[in-house]
């Protein structure tokens, strides 16, 4: 293992590793027995990891009723954060027991990331219940501890029987945009399920936008979170979401669940900004919008999202 990652980070790459807290992980991988998960080797195997140079560790919570008796996440994630630290190798640790206790109020102490959904499929309808779960837990999130939505798919969870170089997308391009945008919004680890050597246009034109990496990365470290929902003429299809800037600027997302395309307004007064200058920036097409006084206005497709950078100029 150590040579794998060694040749790993020859590429430029970090290393990640999945375990379990309980007996078994959550699959076999096709194999025709269970996978050891860490329960009982907590620090065996953090020392192991460490000493292959492992960068990121996810540990899964299936397999965890032992002897009749159902552990407790708060104690198994505590005890193989403490076995981490112990190696003095800095490990990236995300924890993931699904969001089903509220992971984000009290799994800071422990984790550097914590699953806040259930799992994301590459359909529409599970990519919709993920953010919505995201819609208001941003304040948890920040330096040191996040909110993490499940892997992002952008263009296909792959084919079953697999062909080696072949796709089977479950969502639109427009609504991939739509997904990586709000897990930017969300600040959000971007952690990508994909071959990286064998990448589709839609996926470089997703993944390789620095215009959002440049969000995702922002200094100031805040995640975003819905700051207005409305109907439109469908019920709850139009959403703004807003992440705050190191500028003083917003990254902001018109967001359109609905089936129709929609006109979504963003009035400037939501971010505490009235009769000023704003400058938008489009995002996706990399370019200025204009600068506008009271609000913006975009048609946004269905399933669509058009995210902008507003900024608004002091006065002279």
Same mark, same amino acid.
């Given at each position: 293992?150590?040579?794998?990652?060694?040749?790993?980070?020859?590429?430029?790459?970090?290393?990640?590793?999945?375990?379990?807290?309980?007996?078994?992980?959550?699959?076999?991988?096709?194999?025709?027995?269970?996978?050891?998960?860490?329960?009982?080797?907590?620090?065996?195997? #953090?020392?192991?990891?460490? @000493?292959?140079?492992?960068d990121?560790?996810?540990?899964?919570?299936?397999?965890?009723?032992?002897?009749?008796?159902?552990?407790? !996440?708060?104690?198994?994630?505590?005890?193989?954060?403490?076995?981490?630290?112990?190696?003095?190798?800095?490990?990236?640790?995300? @924890?993931?027991?699904?969001?089903?206790? $509220?992971?984000?109020?009290?799994?800071?102490?422990?984790?550097? #990331?914590?699953? =806040?959904?259930?799992?994301?499929?590459?359909?529409?309808?599970s990519?919709?219940?993920?953010?919505?779960?995201?819609?208001?837990i941003?304040?948890?999130?920040?330096?040191?501890?996040?909110?993490?939505?499940?892997?992002?798919?952008?263009?296909? $969870?792959?084919?079953?029987?697999? &062909?080696?170089?072949?796709?089977c997308?479950?969502?639109?391009?427009?609504?991939?945009?739509?997904?990586?945008?709000?897990?930017?919004?969300?600040? @959000?680890?971007?952690?990508?399920?994909?071959?990286?050597?064998?990448?589709?246009?839609?996926?470089? $034109?997703?993944?390789?936008?620095?215009?959002?990496?440049?969000?995702?990365?922002?200094?100031?470290?805040? #995640?975003?979170?819905?700051?207005?929902?409305?109907?439109? =003429? $469908?019920?709850?299809?139009?959403?703004?979401?807003?992440k705050?800037?190191?500028?003083?600027?917003?990254?902001?997302?018109?967001?359109?669940?609905?089936?129709?395309?929609?006109?979504?307004?963003?009035?400037?007064?939501?971010?505490?900004?009235?009769?000023? !200058?704003?400058?938008?920036?489009?995002l996706?097409?990399?370019?200025?919008?204009?600068?506008?006084?009271?609000?913006?206005?975009?048609n946004?497709? =269905?399933?669509?999202?058009? #995210?902008v950078? &507003?900024?608004?100029? =002091? !006065?002279?």
């Amino acid at each position: 293992m150590k040579s794998v990652i060694d040749y790993v980070h020859s590429q430029g790459l970090k290393f990640g590793l999945y375990t379990d807290a309980g007996v078994n992980t959550c699959s076999t991988g096709g194999r025709p027995h269970p996978i050891p998960g860490s329960y009982g080797h907590y620090e065996q195997d #953090a020392k192991t990891y460490a @000493s292959w140079g492992v960068d990121y560790v996810k540990m899964d919570w299936c397999s965890t009723r032992v002897n009749g008796t159902q552990l407790e !996440p708060e104690v198994q994630y505590a005890q193989m954060s403490k076995a981490l630290n112990s190696t003095g190798r800095p490990i990236f640790f995300l @924890s993931c027991e699904w969001g089903v206790d $509220e992971p984000w109020k009290w799994m800071r102490q422990f984790t550097n #990331a914590w699953r =806040s959904t259930g799992d994301h499929r590459d359909k529409w309808a599970s990519t919709t219940y993920v953010i919505n779960q995201m819609a208001e837990i941003q304040d948890y999130a920040g330096p040191g501890g996040w909110n993490y939505m499940d892997f992002l798919m952008t263009g296909g $969870e792959g084919c079953k029987p697999y &062909v080696p170089g072949h796709r089977c997308p479950g969502q639109t391009d427009v609504e991939y945009r739509t997904e990586f945008t709000m897990w930017v919004i969300a600040a @959000s680890p971007l952690i990508v399920a994909t071959d990286i050597r064998n990448m589709s246009a839609i996926q470089k $034109e997703i993944l390789y936008n620095k215009d959002l990496l440049a969000v995702h990365q922002d200094k100031l470290a805040r #995640a975003g979170g819905r700051i207005a929902n409305w109907s439109c =003429s $469908e019920p709850n299809a139009c959403e703004i979401w807003a992440k705050p800037l190191f500028d003083g600027s917003y990254a902001v997302a018109l967001y359109n669940k609905g089936i129709l395309s929609h006109n979504i307004t963003l009035n400037f007064s939501v971010l505490g900004w009235k009769n000023l !200058p704003v400058t938008v920036y489009d995002l996706w097409a990399h370019k200025n919008l204009g600068t506008f006084q009271t609000a913006f206005i975009a048609n946004v497709p =269905s399933h669509g999202v058009v #995210a902008v950078k &507003v900024k608004f100029q =002091s !006065p002279s």
